[in-house]
């Protein structure tokens, strides 16, 4: 059992407003974590017909979805389905990825892909829910979990 008001505190500090695409479910910590991020910040819900790659694409085209958090498997699924080819997603802003482990190789083609979106690799327990992450760059597999602020501030603040 969860008590919910400790995984809906960290809603209460306002963050960006997105257009943001539903990708993960509700059986999901990662769905969950989407759905109230984006209620709590009076951002837009879109849902796909399904989560087939172009299915994902239309709907990233037809609502003009700025966040798409979702997973390592289904930017390579989109890859190699070529369907973001087919569709006008320069919307998209930021795609979250996590749940599991992500290939360097996955990662660099999601960069090319994607030039003017910014990627950011998110953790979290069922128990917890989605914690902050901060990576370096977009095309970096390194995570910083927890906290606020940029990789290496800590260190610069203490003079490291």
Same mark, same amino acid.
Request: aromatic letters at 6%.
């Given at each position: 059992?969860?008590?919910l008001s400790?995984l809906?505190?960290?809603f @209460?500090?306002?963050r960006?407003?997105?257009? &943001?695409l539903?990708?993960?479910q509700?059986?999901?910590?990662?769905g969950?974590?989407t759905?109230f991020?984006?209620l709590?910040?009076?951002? &837009?819900?879109?849902?796909?017909?399904?989560?087939?790659?172009? @299915?994902?694409?239309?709907?990233?085209?037809?609502h003009?979805?700025?966040?798409?958090p979702?997973?390592? &498997?289904?930017?390579?699924?989109?890859?190699?389905?070529?369907?973001?080819?087919?569709?006008?997603?320069? @919307?998209?802003?930021?795609?979250?990825?996590?749940?599991?482990?992500?290939?360097? @190789?996955?990662?660099?083609?999601?960069?090319?892909?994607?030039?003017?979106a910014?990627?950011?690799q998110?953790?979290?327990?069922?128990?917890?829910g989605?914690?902050?992450?901060?990576?370096? &760059?977009?095309d970096s597999?390194?995570v910083r979990?927890?906290?606020?602020?940029?990789?290496?501030?800590?260190?610069?603040?203490r003079g490291?």
């Amino acid at each position: 059992m969860h008590d919910l008001s400790f995984l809906l505190r960290k809603f @209460s500090v306002p963050r960006g407003r997105y257009r &943001t695409l539903v990708f993960l479910q509700l059986d999901h910590i990662g769905g969950l974590n989407t759905l109230f991020y984006t209620l709590a910040n009076g951002g &837009t819900a879109v849902v796909a017909e399904d989560l087939s790659p172009e @299915s994902v694409c239309e709907a990233i085209e037809s609502h003009r979805v700025q966040l798409l958090p979702t997973s390592p &498997t289904f930017l390579n699924l989109l890859l190699l389905s070529e369907a973001h080819l087919r569709h006008d997603l320069s @919307s998209l802003e930021l795609i979250t990825y996590g749940t599991e482990p992500m290939p360097e @190789s996955t990662l660099k083609r999601i960069v090319q892909a994607f030039p003017c979106a910014r990627l950011l690799q998110t953790y979290g327990l069922s128990e917890l829910g989605i914690l902050r992450c901060r990576s370096c &760059t977009s095309d970096s597999l390194w995570v910083r979990v927890g906290g606020e602020g940029r990789p290496g501030q800590d260190r610069a603040a203490r003079g490291q």
